[in-house]
């Protein structure tokens, strides 16, 4: 009897999975990122599915945030030992979102650290850190 359950709870988890996979972008730009003022060679594509923002690199789709909830990105380890954990969410307003990245030091509360505005319908990528576009449809 356990079998069965775990087995048909791994095939409805299975075919969730294969849904988000096969669900197809409601909006995706891609851009060639800036790096030290030149733009890169290989094109990065942002895309919007559900309510998930994936940046996808060559065979790499990596989720960068959700609407309404931050989700983890990854933690670095600073210089003076602390670590810090990164955490994104973003909203969506008509073609564009604004995607906020916080920061969470260890025993510290988690502060937005910088907001980047992705605009689907212009192609463009600003960050509050830096206003200049970092986003260019060739490598040009």
């Not at 733009?39 to 599915?49: E, G, I, R, W, Y």
């Not at 959700?66 to 073609?95: I, N, Y």
């Not at 937005?112 to 060739?138: G, I, Q, V, W």
Request: contains cysteine; glycine residues 6%.
């Amino acid at each position: 009897m356990k079998t069965r359950i775990l087995a048909g709870a791994l095939a409805v988890g299975l075919a969730a999975a294969a849904q988000a996979q096969a669900q197809a972008p409601t909006l995706s730009m891609d851009c060639h990122m800036m790096l030290r003022g030149v733009p890169s060679k290989d094109a990065t594509s942002f895309q919007l599915v559900g309510n998930d923002l994936y940046s996808v690199l060559g065979s790499t789709r990596t989720k960068i945030s959700t609407q309404g909830t931050p989700v983890a990105l990854g933690t670095s380890r600073e210089k003076d030992g602390t670590t810090t954990t990164s955490f994104a969410s973003h909203t969506l307003q008509g073609t564009t979102l604004q995607r906020t990245v916080y920061w969470k030091k260890a025993n510290e509360e988690m502060k937005p650290a910088f907001r980047e505005t992705y605009d689907f319908k212009a192609k463009t990528l600003t960050s509050s850190s830096d206003p200049a576009d970092m986003c260019h449809a060739n490598a040009r």
